[in-house]
């Protein structure tokens, strides 16, 4: 892999400074980024979020796998492999979208989207990018909250152009 990206439930930062004491971390976050044997490897702890108030970066707080795939954005990124028992974890219907070719969110994508806006530009890069077709609920969440975009931050939405136009 390019990069390799695994939820930790416990301490990702204290995995991470174990496995590379040069690992650059993000407390708020619980995140952590090292390199182990020349593979970049990104690592998180199982958390839920909650957001101060529209817009904002959230308030992280530890919980279970089944807690964080369920904050994900769409729900062919919340799936997960166990280790070290190789469990395969599907709790939104990852697979079958996958295979459907139908970009979803793991609840409703009016509290989706309303968590953090910037949500539904990932849905257009995500769709265009995987040739996906976003499910006709969250079409109508993106039609109808389109305006909360405006409360996303110019360099949020600066990054997220580049990786729509250069993806």
């Known amino acids: 892999p390019v990069d390799l ?17 040069e690992a650059t971390f993000h407390e708020r976050f619980g995140t952590a980024e090292c390199e182990v044997d020349g593979v970049k490897v990104d690592l998180a702890t199982a958390r839920t979020e ?16 089944g807690e964080d795939l369920s904050r994900r954005d769409f729900t ?10 190789v469990g395969f974890v599907d709790l939104h219907g990852g697979v ?8 979803r969110t793991p609840g409703r994508p009016e509290d989706s989207f309303d968590d953090d806006p910037l949500r539904m530009m990932r849905a257009a890069r995500f769709a265009s990018q995987l040739e996906m077709t976003v499910a006709p609920e969250a079409v109508a969440a993106m039609t109808a909250m389109a305006d909360r975009l ?18």
């Open 76 to 85: 062919i990124n919340a799936m997960a492999v166990t280790l070290p028992d």
């Open 5 to 21: 990206d695994l939820v930790v439930e416990g301490d990702a930062v204290e995995l991470a400074l174990r496995l590379d004491p």
């Open 150 to 167: 405006a409360i996303v931050s110019a360099e949020r939405i600066r990054d997220e152009l580049s990786k729509l136009l250069l993806g």
């Open 50 to 65: 909650k957001y101060p108030h529209p817009g904002s970066l959230p308030d992280v707080t530890p919980s279970s796998l």
């Open 96 to 103: 079958a979208d996958l295979g459907a070719g139908l970009l």
